[in-house]
């Protein structure tokens, strides 16, 4: 569809791991076979038809252009959007998710967005599909919720017998809650929204920027992810952990 386009922000600096390349190159082993964890949601989007897709990075990722180029290996096109840091005095730091996001708006303003992290691996492989298949003109956004027992790394989603999500809690230290977002899909209203909230608002979180929608009446719905998984390896002791599973196994 020509209105469809994947976005995944891989514009952090990854300097807790220590990798001589970046995090989004790590490999995994699934299947006897090796893959780096950023293909598994650029699969994740491919599966769902999504052929125009845009990676959000910073100036010292060649290595993943090296590794994913235009996208014909993978059957999709790949465009690279350079997420900027001069305003921020620590270059240690991005200036974060939503302004990763907002980064590529040339590319994403008037069309449905389906977005998802390059360091999480999810379950079904088609989960993009879930979401389209329940997002229409009228929803301004469509999360994948997943269960989780790591509520305090998550964006963790509070919704009704509806599925009509009343209130994000970002990384709570106590929660009833029990899913997660772990993916996601959002009308060209959203992207208006977002776009809003930074440069007119100077709104920079993105939680921030999901409850606002929900406060100004947007439609906002939750789909969980039935018999779904969502492992998020952004740090060191998240990859370790992964492979001690597999070595387990």
């Known amino acids: ?19 001589p390349y970046p995090k989004e190159l790590y490999p995994i082993i699934r299947d006897n076979r090796y893959k780096p964890i950023a293909q598994y949601i650029l699969e994740n989007l491919t599966a769902a038809g999504i052929t125009d897709i845009v990676f959000v990075i910073n100036e010292t ?53 389906c977005f998802g992290m390059p360091d999480t691996i999810m379950n079904p ?13 009228d929803t301004a956004l469509t999360l994948g919720l997943f269960q989780t027992d790591r509520p305090e790394k998550l964006g963790m989603v509070q919704f009704d017998e509806q599925n009509q999500v009343q209130r994000i809690v970002d990384k709570p230290a106590q929660t009833d809650l029990l899913y997660a977002w772990g993916c ?26 999901m409850n606002m929608a929900i406060k100004n009446g947007m439609h906002v719905q939750g789909v969980p992810i039935q018999d779904g998984s969502y492992i998020d390896l952004g740090t060191y002791e998240d990859i370790m952990e992964l492979e001690r599973q597999h070595r387990a196994l």
Request: aromatic residues 8%.
């Open 125 to 137: 492989p088609d989960v993009f599909t879930n979401l389209m298949e329940s997002h229409n003109p």
């Open 61 to 113: 990722k060649h290595q993943l252009i090296g590794y994913f180029g235009n996208g014909s290996r993978f059957d999709c096109h790949i465009s690279y959007v350079v997420q900027e840091n001069r305003e921020n005095n620590d270059q240690s730091t991005s200036p974060g998710l939503a302004h990763a996001l907002d980064t590529a708006y040339h590319l994403t303003h008037g069309k449905t967005v």
């Open 184 to 209: 996601m899909t959002w009308s060209a209203v959203f992207t208006e929204h977002l776009h809003i909230c930074l440069h007119e608002r100077g709104v920079t979180d993105f939680a921030v920027v």
């Open 1 to 19: 569809m020509d209105d469809l386009i994947g976005l995944i922000p891989a514009a952090g600096k990854g300097l807790r791991l220590g990798l």
